[in-house]
């Protein structure tokens, strides 16, 4: 026979359990939540999507190490022209237009956060995107090499101007920047 403590704790965690996922299905299913774009999340919410999409890149990109000594900055520059500046803007002070400055959350100013992250991060986010943040995942259109590229061109941007870029497109060299 059961001891009589043990049943009504595992029959208390069982109907906890079941009065959670109701009340979850009532929240979702309510329309309640605010989802709009143009409401910023609450500390506590952001705090946790930031922190758990840190962790995730980093140990989704550990023992990633694309080799940056032989990657066209011009070809990167190219393509993050085509692609990333919209969002990101770019070296020198090329604010985002329009669509960057429209998502939430908003891109970050790869100006300045680009130094936070190792090169094999860099290229992971590029190749795979991030849910939910409208980072699309490159590697569905883009070969290794022109990931390699890209990765180049942002790897270097917080320390260019935007003489920097100009240059870099007009100049079709490979560029060793590690």
């Not at 709009?36 to 705090?47: D, F, L």
């Not at 999507?49 to 023992?63: F, I, K, P």
Request: hydrophobic share 40%.
């Amino acid at each position: 026979m059961k001891h009589p403590k043990t049943v009504t704790a595992v029959f208390t965690t069982v109907i906890l359990l079941a009065l959670v996922i109701v009340i979850g299905l009532v929240v979702v299913y309510s329309g309640l939540p605010d989802v709009a774009a143009s409401k910023p999340e609450g500390a506590v919410t952001s705090w946790v999507l930031a922190t758990t999409m840190d962790h995730s890149v980093r140990r989704q990109a550990a023992g990633i190490s694309p080799d940056l000594s032989h990657a066209d900055l011009a070809e990167g520059a190219e393509h993050y022209t085509a692609m990333c500046i919209m969002c990101h803007g770019g070296p020198g002070g090329e604010a985002p237009n329009y669509v960057g400055v429209g998502l939430n959350p908003t891109p970050p100013d790869l100006r300045e956060s680009a130094g936070d992250w190792k090169p094999g991060e860099i290229y992971w986010i590029i190749e795979h995107g991030i849910k939910m943040t409208g980072m699309p995942a490159f590697g569905k259109t883009h070969s290794p090499e022109q990931l390699t590229n890209i990765t180049a061109f942002v790897a270097k941007m917080p320390t260019m101007t935007a003489q920097d870029r100009k240059s870099t497109r007009l100049n079709s060299s490979h560029a060793n920047i590690s």
